[in-house]
């Protein structure tokens, strides 16, 4: 017996229905009510006011958003850089190595840590006089810089704690990666005498490449929507030095009330999401794409 | 193999310096807040890491958040986990036509970033009285967690032979016994695995716990956390300290006793 496509018509719609209804309810109409008002003047008590582009072109004029911009960027290669290069460095340090997972436990501890947990911690590491400030202190430095209060520092420790949650998970998938690769060819490039720099480059590498791809692509979209740890960290301070497109775009709105503006905020945020997410998802959908 | 050693030594202090950040949370939220010095960060004092617990517990509320986010993070996860079945299974069993296209559109909603629907939610769920309500919580942390949800089990109904599904047909079985009877108990797997992933991340949600809810006994635990770090922050912080673990335990535990069922889910393609 062989079923006709779409005998069951009525019955799969019924199936996707709910799925369907809510991601188009909670999920697609406010994206689109978004893109309109990122056209218009609203302060959420009158009706909204069709204003054109000019919410995008007060926001490219805007040195806030500018520097939220630069320091969204810095995210963005931060991320990259350090948790995910240390991630795979992890990984092949605890490839095929005898309680390697033990090993790995430390670091995965982080990751189960909430945003806002991970920024109480490094802020109070971090703070002026802080647990960092007394061990260089007690190692004789004593003229440090102001860790969360100046810019770009305040950034860059940030992606630290970022990089001390995420590695661990990084790590965990490159190892799943590195698990997968057939056992034939590492034997046999072992006979051949490859050891590692050369078994990396022309065995482990190439294989990897495919899940490096969405481990970056993954990577990159995160990072373009850090909020959490800058939340707890600096709250974007002081003044607005340290904030994200993320917390921008919410302060702009919430904050400042400022509805159309922030929802432009939100809708560059979203195209360039959607450029980075292009990455993963073509890797993600190419392989599974029979249907 | 002295590679072995090598290595085995690097990941060793690598671990402990990782650790760092923890010994510090740990030891300081163990201190009581009156002996509280501040200039003594690596030093451990003080037993007082219960009653710190205690304390925060009672501060901000913190004991009505906690309930609020185990319910938004068992009931949202069990309904999305459902739903989500229900959309793999009508695509790859029921071979759905256009069933890719109303898979990508599901998975969709997973790509933007949240601050899209943040405004129009927040809108929307004042005017319809869901502002700051248990159930506005659960429907959005379900309609969120849904696309992740579909995706996985479209994937893992993707490896069941399609004959299983033509043989119960066959049996005379309706398509809701098959799905319920047949299709679901193989994939208990991926159903717990999908669960405990997006269990954790509504456990650890702030974005929109921060923007849909206000009072004590509606608001999620990080937000009420993160509301804390700012009130109490200075004169208390050893208990704010305290609050950090007690939100943080259930999640750090869960993810390291179910460390297979992530790294199956991270394999089967999670975010």
Do not use: C
């Amino acid at each position: 017996m062989t079923v006709k496509k779409d005998h069951y018509r009525w019955a799969a719609r019924s199936f996707v229905a709910p799925g369907v209804l809510l991601v188009a309810v909670v999920l697609y109409l406010p994206l689109l009510w978004t893109v309109f008002l990122s056209f218009t003047s609203y302060d959420g008590l009158s009706s909204p006011k069709w204003i054109g582009a000019a919410n995008y072109l007060q926001m490219f004029q805007d040195p806030d958003f500018l520097n939220s911009m630069s320091n969204t960027l810095l995210w963005v290669v931060g991320t990259l850089v350090v948790p995910v290069g240390l991630g795979l460095v992890l990984a092949l340090l605890t490839f095929n190595l005898k309680g390697g997972v033990w090993l790995r436990l430390p670091f995965l501890i982080p990751y189960g840590i909430s945003g806002i947990g991970v920024g109480l911690i490094w802020s109070f590491v971090l703070q002026n006089n802080g647990a960092l400030d007394q061990a260089l202190h007690f190692f004789g430095v004593v003229d440090n810089p102001r860790w969360l209060l100046d810019a770009p520092l305040n950034t860059v420790v940030m992606i630290v704690a970022a990089a001390w949650q995420g590695v661990g998970v990084n790590a965990l998938l490159f190892s799943i990666g590195l698990q997968s690769i057939p056992k034939e060819p590492l034997e046999a490039a072992r006979l051949d005498g490859a050891r590692g720099f050369r078994l990396f480059g022309s065995i482990l590498w190439p294989m990897l490449r495919p899940l490096t791809t969405v481990v970056i692509g993954l990577s990159i979209v995160a990072s373009l929507k850090t909020f959490d740890i800058v939340l707890g960290m600096t709250k974007g301070g002081p003044g607005r030095v340290s904030e994200t497109l993320a917390l921008t775009m919410y302060k702009d709105t919430f904050v400042n009330s400022q509805y159309g503006l922030g929802s432009a905020i939100a809708v560059f945020l979203t195209v360039v999401t959607l450029l980075a997410a292009i990455l993963y998802l073509r890797e993600q959908l190419s392989k599974k794409n029979e249907f | 193999m002295t590679s072995r050693i090598t290595r085995t030594s690097i990941l060793v202090f690598f671990g402990l310096v990782w650790l760092l950040p923890v010994y510090l949370l740990v030891i300081n939220a163990n201190k009581s807040p009156q002996a509280y010095n501040s200039n003594e960060s690596w030093i451990p004092s003080g037993t007082s890491l219960i009653s710190n617990m205690v304390n925060a517990w009672r501060l901000s509320n913190l004991g009505d958040s906690v309930l609020s986010s185990l319910i938004y993070s068992i009931v949202s996860p069990l309904i999305a986990v459902l739903v989500g079945a229900a959309v793999g299974f009508a695509i790859v069993a029921l071979r759905m036509k256009h069933g890719f296209w109303w898979f990508v559109f599901v998975f969709g909603g997973t790509v933007f970033p949240l601050q899209m629907v943040l405004l129009p939610l927040f809108d929307g769920y004042s005017r319809m009285g869901l502002f700051d309500t248990h159930t506005g919580m659960i429907i959005v942390y379900t309609a969120i967690s849904i696309p992740f949800s579909a995706f996985v089990m479209r994937n893992f109904f993707t490896g069941i032979a399609h004959s299983v599904f033509e043989a119960a047909v066959i049996d005379g079985a309706s398509t809701w016994w098959i799905f319920l009877r047949v299709y679901l108990p193989m994939a208990v797997s991926a159903l717990v695995a999908i669960f405990i992933l997006q269990a954790t991340f509504i456990w650890n949600d702030l974005l929109l716990g921060l923007t849909l809810s206000q009072s004590d006994n509606v608001r999620p635990v990080v937000t009420t956390l993160s509301g804390m770090q700012s009130t109490y922050g200075g004169a208390q912080l050893s208990t704010v300290l305290a609050a950090g673990i007690l939100v943080s335990l259930p999640t750090v535990t869960l993810f390291m006793f179910t460390q297979k069922f992530f790294s199956r889910g991270l394999a089967l393609g999670q975010y």
